[in-house]
Every structure is written in C-alpha cells, then in structure tokens.
C-alpha cells in the first residue's frame, strides 16, 4: 500500500491557529489499524497543547476520535473493517501499571500519548510535503479525515450508536465519569462536591446521577452551566463569586460531603475542597495547576478526618471496559452526555476552540 492523502489540522508552533492542509499518512503497520474519522471531540488538553505544553511541533492533536475502521495490519484480530469504533489514550500494555489494570499510569504514557521523549527512531506516519509532522497524539492524531490506532485504544461499539458524539467518552467523559466510578468509588447515597462545571465536571455529575448519588453540588461561575449542572442531576449549584464563603455554604447544604472533585487547578479552591470532606473522604483532582502551586492544606486537618486527596488520570479508566459501561448507561438513559456537545464542521477547528475558551461550548464536537 502507498501513502494516503489525507486531510488533517497541523499547529505549526506554539500559539499558532490550526491550520487545514493535505498531508500524507503512512498505511497501517502490522499492529495498527485505519479509521476514517466521523466526529472528533476537542479537549483541554488539546488546547493546552496548542498554547504551551511541550509537545514535538508541528503536530496532529486531537484524541477524542470516532469513526469507521477501513483497513487492519495483520497482527490485527478483534477490530476488522466496517466497525464503528470510538478511540481512547495509549498504552503499552505490558509494563506494571498496564498489567494490573491502570493503563492511564502506563511508564510510557508521555512518550506514546504526547510524543514527549519519544525515541529518535520512531518514524513518523505523518507528513506535510515530505516534512515529518509528529503523528500518534494520544495514539490517533484524530484532527484528521484519517486516523491511526492500534487494538489497545481502540474499542468497538454498536452500529446504532451515534457514531459523530461518541469520540468524547475516549478522554474527557471518561476522565470526570471515570473518577467518580472507578477512583473514587462513589457508591448510591453518598455525596459529591464539583468544583468547575466543565466538561469533565458535568461528566462527574452523570456518572454521579447513574450511581444514585445522594448531594451532588456544583460549584461554578457560569450561570448557564449551573443551570445545566441542576438539570443533569446536581442538587445544589453555588456561584463562588456571590457566596464568600463555599465551605460553609456547603456544609449548611449537607454538613459535608463524602466526595470532592476539583477540576479547576485552582490552590485556593482546592484548599476549599478537601476542609468539605466528611471523615474518610476522599479529594480527587484532574485540573492542570499553576506551574508552581503547592498543596494548599492543613496537615492535622486532613490527619484529624482521615482523609485523601489524590490525582488522577483519565478516570482510572480501562477504555475497553468503561467505555461500553459509560454507553449501557446511556442507553439506558441515565447518562445523557449529548447534553454537553456542540457539533463543529472539521474546517470550524479554530471557531470549536474559541467557542470552548470563552464557554459558549462545553464540549466540541468536529464532525468530518
Ligand atoms: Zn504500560
Ligand atoms: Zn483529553
């Protein structure tokens, strides 16, 4: 097989807009497979890694895609042609994390998912006029007519789903559901503090709602997420600049809480977070932090209730396994996560990144 022409969005440099342009993509090695792309969400992390952190530029990002499966190499066996997959983060597979059930602490996540430190003779499967273009972001590069994974991260769901929304439940759904589920353990009755109704906030509030938590309270600035919040199932929604003080304005809500979820990165507002916690509690953080931030609490607090704080990576989740959960749930009606997309044309790229900056979309969706 030749090279294909592809069309895929590059970011030349730091800061620089997304730009369209033909590109050619190698065709699948042995272990890889071909999708051609249907919808691809965008995520923080793609923003992130558009202005600033350090990935190898010019780059595809972009790792929330779902699409039809074209070709298979042929070590290939679970995934075939025609399937309608949706595409989740990278992972070795073999290394200690890997084999007990942790991919996202894969020892080799920032070398396979952002292409930090990857070796110098790993070829790459994109180019621009004959110019490597640093391909396999989260394993996919999925900003892009044309994508290539591999088994691991590729989970294959029913043909009656909707395939151009589900791209989202590979990272950012599966990050705030996943922490509620998977790390934090939220059983029915307990309750659970949000702090940030963004998409990974919103996504902890379904899964929380699926779970029958008991108090779920949202604590965000934005009006119109607050109102989505209480829709989706949150019980209590604060605005942190018209109440001075959250932590007592929770704990006269519900005397605290079992659970709190910060997805702001915030010192401040996760020094809040943790004083909410009932005994036993447990903080769980996704939010990128100042560079320099340093945990904001009280040792002999956190010592006199018994509890933790910890970050976690996409959800603890095991795409093959949470991905077709998140999807039973969402049959089933309990876990409307279409409520948080906003579909973008693919050539809209830039427009679905501002819409997201300034909130006027809480999760993206380009659709090819
Ligand atoms: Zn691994
Ligand atoms: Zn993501």
């Not at 995520?43 to 699409?67: K, N, Q, S, W, Y």
């Not at 949000?194 to 779920?216: C, E, N, P, Q």
């Amino acid at each position: 097989m030749s090279m294909l022409n592809i069309r895929a969005a590059i970011v030349k440099e730091i800061g620089a807009p997304w730009e369209i342009f033909d590109v050619q993509l190698a065709p699948p090695g042995p272990d890889e497979i071909l999708i051609r792309m249907v919808g691809t969400g965008m995520c923080h992390t793609d923003i992130i890694c558009r202005t600033g952190f350090p990935v190898p530029m010019p780059i595809v990002l972009g790792h929330e895609g779902a699409g039809v499966v074209e070709s298979v190499g042929k070590a290939v066996t679970k995934v075939k042609p025609g399937d309608h997959v949706v595409l989740s983060f990278d992972s070795c597979g073999s290394c200690r994390n890997c084999t007990h059930h942790q991919p996202a602490y894969c020892f080799e996540f920032l070398p396979r998912n952002f292409g930090i430190g990857r070796k110098a003779d790993h070829g790459s499967a994109l180019s621009l006029n004959g110019e490597p273009l640093t391909a396999g972001f989260f394993g996919q590069s999925s900003f892009a007519t044309h994508a290539l994974a591999r088994e691991i991260n590729t989970v294959v769901i029913a043909k009656d789903l909707p395939l151009e929304i589900m791209g989202p439940l590979g990272c950012g759904i599966q990050t705030g559901a996943g922490a509620v589920a998977n790390s934090l353990g939220l059983r029915a009755g307990d309750s659970l503090a949000v702090f940030g109704g963004g998409a990974v906030g919103l996504s902890a509030v379904l899964a929380a709602r699926a779970l029958d938590a008991g108090t779920i309270v949202v604590v965000e600035p934005t009006a119109e997420r607050r109102a989505l919040a209480l829709e989706l199932g949150a019980t209590h929604a604060i605005d942190p600049r018209v109440t001075s003080d959250v932590l007592a304005e929770i704990k006269s809500l519900c005397g605290g809480v079992n659970y709190a979820f910060d997805t702001t990165g915030i010192p401040a507002v996760i020094g809040v977070a943790i004083e909410t916690l009932l005994p036993g509690g447990v903080l769980g953080m996704v939010g990128a932090p100042p560079p320099d931030a340093m945990m904001p609490a009280s040792l002999m607090s956190m010592l006199a209730r018994g509890v933790g704080a910890k970050y976690i990576l996409e959800g603890d989740s095991e795409p093959q396994v949470f991905i077709p959960k998140m999807i039973d749930w969402y049959r089933a009606g309990k876990f409307p996560f279409d409520r948080l997309i906003k579909k973008f044309p693919f050539e809209a790229i830039n427009e679905a990144a501002h819409a997201s900056e300034i909130g006027e979309a809480i999760k993206p969706v380009l659709i090819f």
